[in-house]
């Protein structure tokens, strides 16, 4: 049986904390920026916890996470 391809788009954008759970970046950080508060460019930084509707999915794509 051959190996199991990982997707590499969901490669770059999650990653996994030592206690297994999937990180991701927030959107709205890329373009038309002027209009949005520093406070909100600030808060957009941060990487946040994935969903947990989205976790059975996204490991099934990342196969050696």
Do not use: E, V
């Amino acid at each position: 049986m051959p190996k199991m391809k990982t997707k590499r788009a969901a490669a770059k954008r999650f990653k996994l904390t030592g206690s297994g759970k999937l990180m991701r970046f927030k959107a709205n950080k890329r373009h038309i920026l002027t209009k949005k508060s520093t406070k909100r460019k600030r808060n957009l930084r941060k990487p946040i916890l994935a969903d947990a509707t989205n976790i059975k999915t996204m490991k099934k794509i990342m196969p050696y996470l």
